[in-house]
């Protein structure tokens, strides 16, 4: 009794090729890992009283290039979620506009019952850190509810 | 003869192996049609530093808001007063500019007075297209 192999033989016959069947679940389970953990930089939102205004209009800058300053009602001022005295505002947007290459537009987003004492001073911080282009953040206000009032 | 065979023998189930076609052509059209919302606000120019610009009196129509958002509307020097809500101030600026075209609004708000109020007449000047605006704090 000769048998070729010695009496083994394959017992499986494995596909010479890699399965492709599940390269679309892979694809799917990759987009959805990263569509978890993806974190867009941005600060946190205040607790503010929005403005409102008829005739506001988008910011015609890149996202990244918007600087929000946020000024709550009792007088207190934040900039990329940190807490800063008014007079410590110049000094803190001065370094950011340089670096920016003077593109930076910040958006102040005051509280509407701020007192306007605040928002000069916070304007003239912005004077003396150099910056030109800045935005008073509102949001859109109905024609509706413009009539109603 | 009358042999009649089915030529082809249809599968009972749905194909599958396009849905993952299908659902990358989904996600890409979404992706390439989303639009994030942008911030929206009414945009200003600040002054350089230490550029004070004379301007004629003639040329400045001051708009002060007072701390009960009532708009006090005086023409260069002269003393005479026009009150008026801070919605009036489009119409007023409308009508003064077409009789001077180099007319400046210098809205001069009350420390006191809220933030909404300044943004109420700064509102009515940008509806209004007015692009000569100064904003001052009021000093007394």
Redesign the interface.
Known sequence: MSMKGGGFERSSKASEEIPSSSL?DI??LL?IFFMVTTVFPSDQERPIDW??????????EK?KN?LNIW?QENGTIFINDQSYAIDEVSQVIAPLYRDSDRALVI??R???????????QV?KE???A????????????QQMQ?ARR | MAVLKKKSRPSGEVPMSST?DI??LL?IFFLVTTV?P????????????SSEVEVSQNNILHLI?QPTGIVDVKRGESQQVQQMRP?EVEGLWRQEITGNPNLIAAVK????????????V??AL??ANAERIS???LEN
Request: charged share 25%; glycine share 4%; hydrophobic share 50%.
């Open positions: 679309a694809a799917f987009l403005v409102e205004a008829e005739s506001s209009k988008k910011i015609d996202t918007i000024v958006s102040i005051g509280d509407r019952d701020v007192p306007y004492r605040t928002m000069d304007q912005l004077v003396a150099g910056v030109v282009r800045v935005v008073f953040a509102a949001q859109l206000e413009r | 993952a659902a990358f996600l994030f942008k911030d929206k606000g009414l945009a200003i120019v600040l002054p350089e530093e808001v919605e708000t009350h420390p006191d007075a809220s933030y909404e109020y300044m943004v109420d700064l509102d940008h509806a904003l001052q704090v």
